[in-house]
Protein backbone atom coordinates (compact mmCIF):
# COMPACT_ATOMS: atom_id res chain seq x y z
CA UNK A 1 0.00 0.00 0.00
CA UNK A 2 1.40 3.32 -0.79
CA UNK A 3 0.17 5.45 2.16
CA UNK A 4 -0.99 9.13 1.21
CA UNK A 5 -0.78 12.02 3.54
CA UNK A 6 -2.20 15.59 3.06
CA UNK A 7 -1.93 18.74 4.97
CA UNK A 8 -5.41 21.06 4.76
CA UNK A 9 -4.76 24.38 5.76
CA UNK A 10 -7.52 26.83 6.09
CA UNK A 11 -6.53 30.30 4.44
CA UNK A 12 -8.08 32.39 7.09
CA UNK A 13 -4.72 33.68 8.74
CA UNK A 14 -0.89 33.24 8.47
CA UNK A 15 0.32 29.85 9.14
CA UNK A 16 1.40 29.37 12.39
CA UNK A 17 3.86 27.34 13.79
CA UNK A 18 1.27 24.95 14.75
CA UNK A 19 0.60 24.26 11.31
CA UNK A 20 3.69 24.21 9.86
CA UNK A 21 5.16 21.43 12.36
CA UNK A 22 1.50 19.28 10.94
CA UNK A 23 2.75 19.46 8.19
CA UNK A 24 6.60 18.44 8.58
CA UNK A 25 5.11 15.56 10.38
CA UNK A 26 2.89 14.27 7.43
CA UNK A 27 5.44 14.98 4.96
CA UNK A 28 8.05 13.47 7.20
CA UNK A 29 6.43 10.49 7.35
CA UNK A 30 5.07 10.51 3.62
CA UNK A 31 8.83 10.55 2.51
CA UNK A 32 10.13 7.98 5.46
CA UNK A 33 7.52 5.52 3.17
CA UNK A 34 7.88 6.31 -0.02
CA UNK A 35 4.39 8.05 -0.22
CA UNK A 36 2.59 11.00 -1.60
CA UNK A 37 2.30 14.26 0.16
CA UNK A 38 -0.84 16.04 -0.66
CA UNK A 39 -1.64 20.18 -0.19
CA UNK A 40 -5.15 20.54 0.11
CA UNK A 41 -6.80 24.23 0.63
CA UNK A 42 -9.91 23.99 3.48
CA UNK A 43 -11.43 27.36 2.13
CA UNK A 44 -15.12 26.70 2.90
CA UNK A 45 -15.03 29.23 5.20
CA UNK A 46 -15.50 31.85 2.49
CA UNK A 47 -16.26 35.00 4.82
CA UNK A 48 -12.92 34.76 6.16
CA UNK A 49 -10.94 32.96 3.23
CA UNK A 50 -8.20 35.25 1.59
CA UNK A 51 -6.02 34.61 -1.53
CA UNK A 52 -3.03 36.34 0.19
CA UNK A 53 -3.13 34.04 2.86
CA UNK A 54 -3.23 31.09 0.44
CA UNK A 55 -0.23 32.67 -0.61
CA UNK A 56 1.30 33.09 2.96
CA UNK A 57 0.68 29.04 3.66
CA UNK A 58 2.29 27.92 0.30
CA UNK A 59 5.05 30.57 0.74
CA UNK A 60 5.81 28.94 4.33
CA UNK A 61 5.39 25.28 3.37
CA UNK A 62 8.11 26.24 0.60
CA UNK A 63 10.53 27.87 2.52
CA UNK A 64 10.42 24.84 4.89
CA UNK A 65 11.22 23.13 2.50
CA UNK A 66 7.94 20.73 2.46
CA UNK A 67 7.98 19.80 -1.50
CA UNK A 68 4.12 18.13 -2.19
CA UNK A 69 3.35 16.09 -4.43
CA UNK A 70 -0.15 16.49 -5.71
CA UNK A 71 -2.05 19.67 -4.32
CA UNK A 72 -2.64 23.36 -5.04
CA UNK A 73 -0.06 24.82 -7.21
CA UNK A 74 1.51 21.18 -8.55
CA UNK A 75 -2.09 20.08 -9.69
CA UNK A 76 -3.01 15.70 -9.80
CA UNK A 77 -5.71 13.68 -10.61
CA UNK A 78 -8.30 15.63 -8.35
CA UNK A 79 -8.72 18.90 -9.81
CA UNK A 80 -7.23 22.11 -7.57
CA UNK A 81 -7.41 20.85 -4.53
CA UNK A 82 -9.49 23.80 -3.00
CA UNK A 83 -12.74 23.08 -1.53
CA UNK A 84 -14.51 25.98 -2.85
CA UNK A 85 -14.36 23.66 -5.95
CA UNK A 86 -16.09 21.03 -5.10
CA UNK A 87 -19.49 22.34 -3.69
CA UNK A 88 -21.34 20.02 -6.18
CA UNK A 89 -19.39 17.37 -4.59
CA UNK A 90 -20.36 17.75 -1.13
CA UNK A 91 -24.15 18.05 -2.07
CA UNK A 92 -24.19 15.22 -4.09
CA UNK A 93 -22.54 13.16 -1.09
CA UNK A 94 -25.54 14.53 1.41
CA UNK A 95 -27.95 13.71 -1.07
CA UNK A 96 -27.08 10.11 -1.53
CA UNK A 97 -26.38 9.63 2.29
CA UNK A 98 -30.43 10.98 3.05
CA UNK A 99 -31.60 8.72 0.35
CA UNK A 100 -29.83 6.19 2.21
CA UNK A 101 -31.32 7.36 5.11
CA UNK A 102 -27.72 7.36 7.40
CA UNK A 103 -28.56 11.09 6.90
CA UNK A 104 -31.96 13.28 7.44
CA UNK A 105 -33.15 16.80 6.50
CA UNK A 106 -33.25 19.14 10.38
CA UNK A 107 -36.07 21.84 10.25
CA UNK A 108 -34.84 23.52 13.30
CA UNK A 109 -34.04 26.55 13.22
CA UNK A 110 -31.01 28.60 14.58
CA UNK A 111 -33.39 30.23 17.66
CA UNK A 112 -34.92 26.66 18.52
CA UNK A 113 -31.66 25.44 18.73
CA UNK A 114 -30.17 27.66 20.75
CA UNK A 115 -33.04 27.97 23.17
CA UNK A 116 -33.11 23.96 23.63
CA UNK A 117 -29.50 23.94 24.21
CA UNK A 118 -29.60 26.57 26.99
CA UNK A 119 -32.33 24.60 28.37
CA UNK A 120 -30.05 21.30 27.84
CA UNK A 121 -27.72 23.41 30.32
CA UNK A 122 -30.06 24.16 33.05
CA UNK A 123 -31.16 21.12 33.60
CA UNK A 124 -27.83 19.50 33.86
CA UNK A 125 -28.42 17.89 30.57
CA UNK A 126 -25.67 17.26 27.44
CA UNK A 127 -26.09 20.71 25.05
CA UNK A 128 -25.89 18.56 22.18
CA UNK A 129 -28.42 18.29 19.53
CA UNK A 130 -31.47 16.45 20.89
CA UNK A 131 -31.76 14.62 17.96
CA UNK A 132 -35.34 15.78 17.13
CA UNK A 133 -35.93 15.78 13.61
CA UNK A 134 -34.51 12.39 13.29
CA UNK A 135 -37.97 10.93 13.90
CA UNK A 136 -39.84 12.90 11.01
CA UNK A 137 -41.00 10.09 8.15
CA UNK A 138 -38.08 10.36 5.23
CA UNK A 139 -41.17 11.28 2.92
CA UNK A 140 -42.69 13.73 4.83
CA UNK A 141 -38.95 15.15 4.89
CA UNK A 142 -38.26 14.80 1.34
CA UNK A 143 -42.22 16.98 1.02
CA UNK A 144 -41.31 19.57 3.38
CA UNK A 145 -37.84 20.59 1.67
CA UNK A 146 -39.62 20.22 -1.62
CA UNK A 147 -41.78 23.02 -0.52
CA UNK A 148 -39.09 24.91 0.16
CA UNK A 149 -38.44 24.92 3.80
CA UNK A 150 -35.01 25.41 4.94
CA UNK A 151 -33.27 22.78 6.15
CA UNK A 152 -29.67 21.37 7.33
CA UNK A 153 -28.22 17.86 6.60
CA UNK A 154 -27.57 15.75 9.64
CA UNK A 155 -25.36 12.29 9.98
CA UNK A 156 -27.55 9.99 11.67
CA UNK A 157 -25.03 8.73 14.09
CA UNK A 158 -25.77 4.68 14.73
CA UNK A 159 -27.03 4.16 17.91
CA UNK A 160 -26.62 2.57 20.17
CA UNK A 161 -22.69 2.11 18.69
CA UNK A 162 -19.34 3.03 19.47
CA UNK A 163 -16.52 4.01 17.53
CA UNK A 164 -13.23 1.84 18.00
CA UNK A 165 -9.59 3.18 16.21
CA UNK A 166 -5.91 2.32 16.86
CA UNK A 167 -4.34 5.93 17.49
CA UNK A 168 -0.58 5.24 15.89
CA UNK A 169 0.18 8.19 19.21
CA UNK A 170 -2.76 7.38 21.49
CA UNK A 171 -3.27 3.74 21.46
CA UNK A 172 -6.68 2.09 21.44
CA UNK A 173 -9.77 4.40 21.29
CA UNK A 174 -13.14 3.94 21.85
CA UNK A 175 -16.03 6.59 21.92
CA UNK A 176 -19.59 5.28 23.05
CA UNK A 177 -21.90 7.01 20.40
CA UNK A 178 -24.11 8.49 23.00
CA UNK A 179 -21.35 10.77 23.72
CA UNK A 180 -21.45 11.70 19.85
CA UNK A 181 -24.57 14.25 18.76
CA UNK A 182 -25.78 13.69 15.16
CA UNK A 183 -23.91 16.59 13.60
CA UNK A 184 -24.71 19.11 10.70
CA UNK A 185 -23.31 17.80 6.87
CA UNK A 186 -24.57 20.52 5.13
CA UNK A 187 -25.72 24.61 6.33
CA UNK A 188 -29.49 25.35 5.33
CA UNK A 189 -27.61 27.32 3.18
CA UNK A 190 -26.06 24.56 1.52
CA UNK A 191 -22.57 25.47 2.83
CA UNK A 192 -20.48 22.12 3.51
CA UNK A 193 -19.52 21.79 7.51
CA UNK A 194 -15.61 21.06 8.21
CA UNK A 195 -16.83 17.33 8.80
CA UNK A 196 -18.50 16.72 5.55
CA UNK A 197 -15.67 18.65 3.28
CA UNK A 198 -13.01 16.88 5.02
CA UNK A 199 -13.82 13.81 5.45
CA UNK A 200 -15.13 13.23 1.88
CA UNK A 201 -11.98 14.77 0.09
CA UNK A 202 -10.04 12.17 2.25
CA UNK A 203 -12.25 9.11 1.17
CA UNK A 204 -11.65 10.96 -2.48
CA UNK A 205 -8.28 11.36 -2.41
CA UNK A 206 -7.45 7.79 -0.92
CA UNK A 207 -5.56 10.02 2.23
CA UNK A 208 -4.22 6.42 3.93
CA UNK A 209 -3.53 8.39 7.16
CA UNK A 210 -4.71 11.69 8.93
CA UNK A 211 -2.37 13.00 10.94
CA UNK A 212 -3.31 16.14 12.81
CA UNK A 213 -3.60 18.32 16.10
CA UNK A 214 -4.87 16.24 19.12
CA UNK A 215 -7.54 18.95 19.48
CA UNK A 216 -9.27 17.44 16.61
CA UNK A 217 -9.73 13.73 18.33
CA UNK A 218 -12.90 14.61 19.33
CA UNK A 219 -14.14 15.08 15.74
CA UNK A 220 -12.86 11.39 14.73
CA UNK A 221 -15.73 9.07 15.49
CA UNK A 222 -17.41 11.08 13.30
CA UNK A 223 -15.27 11.09 10.32
CA UNK A 224 -15.19 7.17 10.91
CA UNK A 225 -18.57 6.64 10.67
CA UNK A 226 -18.95 9.19 7.86
CA UNK A 227 -16.40 7.13 5.73
CA UNK A 228 -18.10 3.72 6.55
CA UNK A 229 -21.52 5.45 5.63
CA UNK A 230 -19.60 6.68 2.42
CA UNK A 231 -18.46 3.31 1.76
CA UNK A 232 -15.41 4.74 1.97
CA UNK A 233 -11.87 2.59 3.64
CA UNK A 234 -11.20 3.66 7.22
CA UNK A 235 -8.02 6.12 7.13
CA UNK A 236 -5.08 5.15 10.46
CA UNK A 237 -5.48 8.47 12.60
CA UNK A 238 -2.84 9.72 14.35
CA UNK A 239 -2.96 13.06 16.35
CA UNK A 240 0.00 14.87 17.67
CA UNK A 241 -0.11 16.54 20.78
CA UNK A 242 -0.39 20.29 21.10
CA UNK A 243 2.02 22.77 21.06
CA UNK A 244 2.39 25.34 24.41
CA UNK A 245 4.19 27.82 25.65
CA UNK A 246 6.61 27.65 28.34
CA UNK A 247 3.73 28.47 30.83
CA UNK A 248 1.98 25.58 30.21
CA UNK A 249 -0.90 27.64 27.91
CA UNK A 250 -1.64 26.53 24.65
CA UNK A 251 1.11 28.36 22.01
CA UNK A 252 -0.11 31.71 21.05
CA UNK A 253 1.01 35.48 20.27
CA UNK A 254 1.42 36.25 23.71
CA UNK A 255 4.45 33.64 23.80
CA UNK A 256 6.08 35.06 20.80
CA UNK A 257 4.57 32.63 18.39
CA UNK A 258 5.13 33.82 14.76
CA UNK A 259 3.60 32.96 11.55
CA UNK A 260 6.26 30.62 9.39
CA UNK A 261 6.99 33.11 7.00
CA UNK A 262 7.56 35.61 10.14
CA UNK A 263 10.43 33.86 10.57
CA UNK A 264 11.90 34.74 7.32
CA UNK A 265 12.16 38.37 7.82
CA UNK A 266 13.40 37.65 11.72
CA UNK A 267 15.97 35.81 10.24
CA UNK A 268 15.69 32.36 10.60
CA UNK A 269 17.12 29.39 8.60
CA UNK A 270 14.71 27.55 7.39
CA UNK A 271 16.39 24.06 7.79
CA UNK A 272 17.34 25.14 11.78
CA UNK A 273 13.27 26.02 12.07
CA UNK A 274 12.24 22.52 10.38
CA UNK A 275 14.84 20.67 12.59
CA UNK A 276 13.43 22.63 15.80
CA UNK A 277 9.63 21.67 14.93
CA UNK A 278 10.41 17.72 14.52
CA UNK A 279 11.89 18.21 17.81
CA UNK A 280 7.92 19.33 18.91
CA UNK A 281 6.50 16.28 20.19
CA UNK A 282 9.08 13.23 18.58
CA UNK A 283 12.73 12.65 18.92
CA UNK A 284 15.21 9.98 17.63
CA UNK A 285 17.03 8.09 19.81
CA UNK A 286 20.13 8.95 21.47
CA UNK A 287 21.18 12.54 22.58
CA UNK A 288 21.04 14.76 19.67
CA UNK A 289 19.69 17.40 19.06
CA UNK A 290 20.83 18.69 15.67
CA UNK A 291 20.46 16.66 12.40
CA UNK A 292 19.70 17.01 8.73
CA UNK A 293 16.30 16.34 7.57
CA UNK A 294 17.48 13.40 5.91
CA UNK A 295 18.33 11.82 8.86
CA UNK A 296 14.57 12.71 10.29
CA UNK A 297 13.06 11.24 6.94
CA UNK A 298 15.36 8.03 7.78
CA UNK A 299 14.26 7.74 11.55
CA UNK A 300 10.53 9.39 11.41
CA UNK A 301 7.52 6.77 12.87
CA UNK A 302 4.36 8.61 14.06
CA UNK A 303 4.56 5.22 16.50
CA UNK A 304 7.27 7.37 18.24
CA UNK A 305 5.38 10.87 18.38
CA UNK A 306 4.91 11.86 22.26
CA UNK A 307 1.23 12.01 23.54
CA UNK A 308 2.43 14.87 26.42
CA UNK A 309 2.16 18.43 25.02
CA UNK A 310 5.59 19.98 23.48
CA UNK A 311 7.37 23.23 24.58
CA UNK A 312 7.93 25.43 22.33
CA UNK A 313 11.33 27.77 23.65
CA UNK A 314 11.89 30.25 21.81
CA UNK A 315 15.73 30.67 23.38
CA UNK A 316 16.53 27.08 22.20
CA UNK A 317 14.77 27.83 19.17
CA UNK A 318 17.73 31.17 18.57
CA UNK A 319 20.72 28.72 20.37
CA UNK A 320 19.33 25.75 17.76
CA UNK A 321 19.83 28.69 14.81
CA UNK A 322 23.06 29.64 15.90
CA UNK A 323 24.41 26.48 15.55
CA UNK A 324 23.09 26.19 11.75
CA UNK A 325 24.31 29.97 11.09
CA UNK A 326 27.86 28.92 12.17
CA UNK A 327 27.48 25.56 9.56
CA UNK A 328 27.26 27.86 6.76
CA UNK A 329 30.58 28.18 4.35
CA UNK A 330 31.33 31.75 4.23
CA UNK A 331 30.09 32.41 0.81
CA UNK A 332 26.49 31.13 1.70
CA UNK A 333 26.50 33.43 4.91
CA UNK A 334 28.15 36.75 3.13
CA UNK A 335 24.87 36.23 0.61
CA UNK A 336 22.76 35.57 3.50
CA UNK A 337 23.89 38.50 5.20
CA UNK A 338 24.29 41.03 2.80
CA UNK A 339 20.25 42.01 2.39
CA UNK A 340 20.53 42.82 6.58
CA UNK A 341 23.81 44.57 6.24
CA UNK A 342 22.10 46.75 3.44
CA UNK A 343 19.01 47.18 6.07
CA UNK A 344 21.04 48.57 8.79
CA UNK A 345 22.81 50.94 5.99
CA UNK A 346 19.78 51.65 4.37
CA UNK A 347 20.70 51.51 1.01
CA UNK A 348 23.84 49.34 -0.97
CA UNK A 349 26.75 49.16 0.21
CA UNK A 350 30.04 50.61 -1.80
CA UNK A 351 33.31 48.74 -2.10
CA UNK A 352 35.02 49.58 0.44
CA UNK A 353 32.34 49.16 3.38
CA UNK A 354 32.04 45.60 1.82
CA UNK A 355 35.18 44.82 1.74
CA UNK A 356 35.25 45.47 5.59
CA UNK A 357 32.22 43.31 6.10
CA UNK A 358 33.87 40.43 4.56
CA UNK A 359 36.98 40.79 6.35
CA UNK A 360 34.98 40.36 9.39
CA UNK A 361 32.22 38.09 8.55
CA UNK A 362 33.82 34.68 9.45
CA UNK A 363 33.91 36.64 13.09
CA UNK A 364 30.16 37.98 12.88
CA UNK A 365 29.09 34.58 11.91
CA UNK A 366 30.52 33.17 15.01
CA UNK A 367 28.51 35.59 16.86
CA UNK A 368 25.32 35.11 15.25
CA UNK A 369 22.12 33.89 16.33
CA UNK A 370 19.74 35.38 14.04
CA UNK A 371 20.33 37.06 10.79
CA UNK A 372 18.57 40.03 12.34
CA UNK A 373 21.98 40.35 14.75
CA UNK A 374 23.99 41.55 11.95
CA UNK A 375 22.49 45.13 11.64
CA UNK A 376 24.07 46.25 15.37
CA UNK A 377 27.26 44.78 14.84
CA UNK A 378 28.45 46.33 11.50
CA UNK A 379 26.71 49.78 11.99
CA UNK A 380 30.51 50.68 12.76
CA UNK A 381 32.09 49.49 9.44
CA UNK A 382 29.56 52.16 7.56
CA UNK A 383 31.07 55.21 6.04
CA UNK A 384 27.84 56.92 7.72
CA UNK A 385 28.58 55.49 11.14
CA UNK A 386 27.90 58.39 13.68
CA UNK A 387 28.37 57.69 17.54
CA UNK A 388 25.04 57.10 19.44
CA UNK A 389 23.53 60.03 20.93
CA UNK A 390 23.26 58.19 24.53
CA UNK A 391 27.18 58.19 24.18
CA UNK A 392 27.95 61.20 22.47
CA UNK A 393 31.30 62.29 21.87
CA UNK A 394 33.35 64.54 24.92
CA UNK A 395 30.59 63.11 27.41
CA UNK A 396 31.39 60.01 27.90
CA UNK A 397 34.99 59.51 28.70
CA UNK A 398 36.53 59.87 31.92
CA UNK A 399 39.82 61.10 32.06
CA UNK A 400 41.29 57.65 32.89
CA UNK A 401 40.51 56.85 29.66
CA UNK A 402 41.18 59.57 28.07
CA UNK A 403 44.92 58.72 28.90
CA UNK A 404 44.39 55.44 27.52
CA UNK A 405 42.96 56.40 24.20
CA UNK A 406 45.70 59.21 23.90
CA UNK A 407 48.06 56.35 24.54
CA UNK A 408 46.51 54.40 21.53
CA UNK A 409 46.76 57.11 19.53
CA UNK A 410 50.27 57.21 19.43
CA UNK A 411 50.78 53.76 18.93
CA UNK A 412 48.76 52.96 16.50
CA UNK A 413 49.96 56.16 14.45
CA UNK A 414 53.71 55.02 14.98
CA UNK A 415 52.98 50.88 13.40
CA UNK A 416 54.31 50.80 9.94
CA UNK A 417 51.59 47.23 8.98
CA UNK A 418 48.16 48.34 10.70
CA UNK A 419 46.73 44.55 10.54
CA UNK A 420 45.34 42.90 13.23
CA UNK A 421 48.40 40.88 14.73
CA UNK A 422 50.56 44.58 14.80
CA UNK A 423 47.84 46.15 16.43
CA UNK A 424 47.16 43.84 19.07
CA UNK A 425 50.92 43.68 19.98
CA UNK A 426 51.13 47.19 20.31
CA UNK A 427 48.58 47.58 22.63
CA UNK A 428 48.46 44.54 24.92
CA UNK A 429 52.18 46.30 25.24
CA UNK A 430 50.17 49.57 26.15
CA UNK A 431 48.28 47.69 28.92
CA UNK A 432 51.62 46.59 30.37
CA UNK A 433 53.18 49.71 30.48
CA UNK A 434 49.84 51.60 31.79
CA UNK A 435 49.21 48.50 34.20
CA UNK A 436 45.62 47.73 32.96
CA UNK A 437 43.93 44.64 32.42
CA UNK A 438 42.10 43.86 28.81
CA UNK A 439 38.15 45.38 30.11
CA UNK A 440 40.41 48.97 31.75
CA UNK A 441 42.07 49.56 29.29
CA UNK A 442 40.83 47.79 25.65
CA UNK A 443 36.59 48.95 26.41
CA UNK A 444 37.26 52.33 26.22
CA UNK A 445 38.84 51.74 22.66
CA UNK A 446 35.94 49.70 21.52
CA UNK A 447 33.66 52.38 22.49
CA UNK A 448 35.54 55.13 21.01
CA UNK A 449 35.92 53.06 18.02
CA UNK A 450 32.46 50.85 17.49
CA UNK A 451 30.26 52.98 19.62
CA UNK A 452 29.35 50.13 21.14
CA UNK A 453 30.63 47.80 24.18
CA UNK A 454 29.77 45.14 22.30
CA UNK A 455 31.08 44.08 18.91
CA UNK A 456 33.27 42.08 16.87
CA UNK A 457 36.64 41.53 17.90
CA UNK A 458 38.21 44.80 18.62
CA UNK A 459 41.59 44.13 16.74
CA UNK A 460 40.67 42.80 13.32
CA UNK A 461 37.47 45.81 13.94
CA UNK A 462 40.30 48.18 13.48
CA UNK A 463 42.02 46.21 10.82
CA UNK A 464 39.07 46.63 9.09
CA UNK A 465 38.45 50.29 9.41
CA UNK A 466 41.89 51.01 8.63
CA UNK A 467 44.43 53.21 10.32
CA UNK A 468 42.29 56.61 9.25
CA UNK A 469 39.41 55.89 10.34
CA UNK A 470 40.30 54.94 13.70
CA UNK A 471 42.51 57.27 14.15
CA UNK A 472 39.65 59.91 13.39
CA UNK A 473 37.44 58.22 15.46
CA UNK A 474 40.01 58.07 18.56
CA UNK A 475 40.83 61.42 18.17
CA UNK A 476 37.31 62.67 17.85
CA UNK A 477 36.59 61.11 21.47
CA UNK A 478 39.38 63.01 23.18
CA UNK A 479 38.24 66.07 21.48
CA UNK A 480 36.84 69.06 23.51
CA UNK A 481 32.72 68.82 23.47
Known sequence: ??????????????????????ALFNWLFARHTGGTFIVRIDDTDTARSEKAFEDDILAGLRWLGLDWDEGVGVGGPHGSYRQSDRYGRYEEVAEKLIAEETAYPCFCTPGELETRRAEAEAAGRPPGYDGRCRAIDAVDARHRRNAGESAAVRFKMPRPGTTEFVDLVRGDVRVDHQHVDDFVLMRSDRRPTYHLASTVDDVDYEITHVVRGEDLLPSTPRHVQLTLAMGGKEATYAHIPLINGPDGKRLSKRHG??????YVDAGYLPEAL???????????????????????????????????????????????????????????????????????????????????????????????KLFTDIGAQVQFLLDTFVHPDSIAIGLRFPEADVVVIKSAIKRLSDLEEFDHNSIETSLRAMLDELGLNARKGLQPLRRAVTGSDVSPPLFESMAALGRETVLDRLREAVSPA
Do not use: C
Request: glycine share 6%.
Open 274 to 368: VNYLSLLGWSPSGDASIFPVTESIRLFELTDVQKNPAVFDRAKLDWMNGEYVRQLSSERFNELAAPYVEQAAGRPLIADEWSRFEQLSPLIQERT
Open 1 to 22: MTTRLRVAPSPTGAMHVGTGRT
Open 257 to 262: AQGVTE
